[in-house]
């Protein structure tokens, strides 16, 4: 599958390098991160996250300074979530769980423990490309013989170095 990822320069100088590209810990987002992990059953310490060719994305990679990798995945190496559940998931593991039970909801209006259970579902569940609003891909590591080609973003330092040593 055709998937398009926002990376920093550092991982397209890591798969240029010839070697495979594995997400460090996030400590913002380790949390639901690790839930995200733990429902998928991946096999990382933190997720990869893109979005397949041809579907709606959900980023434009102005927060990095982005390179815009497209890759060839394996079908096998790539999950798929709905963007706007892994939002309200993780908008709910922050928010209404306690550090010892990242399960079970505390008792709130915005959230019930069924409504979480059925956010969790979902996010395991693997469905074809077409059912989701908004395909999320969610991979354990970008191998290098994945990246097909590359595009730096036009207000990356980047890009602006790169630039300036072409002109």
Known sequence: MIVKTY????????????????ARK???FNIAYQGLIHLLGLHCTAPVFGYLKGHKSCTNGKISS????????????LWLTEYDVWADY?????????ALNRRKIVTNEECTQRHFEEIESDLREQRSPSDYKIPQVVMERIAPEWLIHYSLHPNSWFQRLSDSFHN
């Open 90 to 98: 993780m908008y709910c593991i922050e928010h209404y769980t306690t």
């Open 7 to 22: 990376q920093s320069s550092a991982v397209l100088q890591i798969l240029r390098s010839g070697k495979t590209y594995y």
């Open 66 to 77: 982005s390179v815009l990798l497209t890759l060839e995945v394996p079908a096998n190496c």
């Open 26 to 28: 996030n400590l913002g």
